[in-house]
């Protein structure tokens, strides 16, 4: 989060990022008709934060219909392992996959 | 008049405009009708994309390989380091820029799209937009990167970024042995598009093939 210079500033909830680097998220399962940005292969797979990306930023799935106002919210950097996303990968353990998503799709676990 | 002797056939265009084609040609003939943009500013949007090539990418990583705070400062904020090389970013995506190492390699993809660091890349190459580079460069990176010529030994790591909002990679490839004491014109020339995307590494060979 960007360092309030001024004391006594109180941020709104949505300036203050829910999640932290290290937190386990998981990437919810919902199936909303439209426009999208989390592909399907990742809904309900279990991931770890690496980077909370700065400055929160409008909600692509949002802007996508002109709705910008109000929908500031960050956006993480998750990594998961290849392993977790496809049960039957033949690569080494340590391969990961690494993808930026709003805030609103992951759930803390 | 054309001087050689060989025959030309006539310039047509006998293929039918596909359904997304007709659908551009409507939208972009609306929006000029209606005078919420014009045809010079279509152009001109052209023009900026036209303006973006791989060279400037290429820049960035020789700038990055010879200059190690300029590296630190990419690697913090890959946007704002483009920037103080004048290259601009004429939309809201931030940069993100992936450093490949000896124990970890970087791959970019956009499985929804075609998601690419346009303003320091230009336009992405075709197989970047094709179905099966998207859907494998996910799931089996390993066998993608075996069809370039790539193989990454098990003990290094491969790390596929699928860009899909509003951040944009590009992959800061490993510097070859035998380049101490290039230049940075130098160094940019071995640097290729496809390295920056990290399906193949940069090596000494791309200066005398080129």
């Known amino acids: 989060m960007t360092p309030f210079a001024v004391d006594g500033i109180q941020p709104a909830l949505n300036e203050i990022p829910v999640f932290a680097v290290d937190d386990l998220v998981r990437v919810a399962s919902r199936s909303p008709i439209g426009h999208y940005r989390v592909p399907t292969y990742l809904r309900g797979c279990l991931g770890k934060v ?16 002109g709705r910008n106002a109000g929908n500031r919210r960050h956006y993480y950097r998750v990594a998961f392992a290849m392993t977790e996303l496809w049960p039957g990968y033949g690569g080494p353990a340590n391969d990961a996959l690494e993808i930026e998503i709003f805030e609103t799709w992951l759930e803390r676990v | 008049m054309s001087e050689h002797d060989h025959p030309h056939e006539p310039i047509t265009s006998d293929s039918k405009p596909s359904y997304y084609e007709i659908m551009e040609t409507a939208v972009r003939e609306l929006l000029i009708g209606k005078g919420l943009i014009t045809a010079n500013e279509i152009r001109h949007q052209i023009e900026v994309l036209d303006s973006r090539t791989p060279a400037l990418g290429a820049r960035v990583v020789a700038k990055a390989w010879s200059d190690p705070t300029f590296r630190e ?21 931030q940069l993100i820029v992936l450093e490949n190492t000896e124990t970890v390699h970087n791959l970019i993809v956009c499985t929804l799209c075609s998601c690419y660091p ?93």
């Open chain 2, 118 to 210: 346009r303003p320091v890349l230009g336009l992405p190459p075709d197989w970047y937009k094709a179905k099966p580079y998207r859907a494998r460069a996910v799931s089996e990176p390993r066998k993608v990167l075996a069809e370039f010529g790539t193989i990454i030994p098990d003990d290094v790591e491969i790390r596929v970024s699928d860009s899909t909002a509003v951040i944009r990679y590009l992959v800061l490839p490993r510097r070859p042995q035998g380049t101490e004491g290039w230049s940075e014109d130098e160094l940019a020339a071995i640097v290729t598009r496809d390295a920056m995307i990290g399906v193949i590494p940069v090596t000494v060979a791309e200066r005398a093939a080129s």
């Open chain 2, 73 to 93: 400062r990419l690697l913090a904020d890959g946007r704002a380091a483009c920037e103080e090389l004048g290259i601009t970013f004429y939309d809201d995506t």
């Open chain 1, 50 to 65: 690496v980077r909370v990306i700065e400055p929160a930023m409008i909600d692509n799935e949002e802007e996508g219909y």
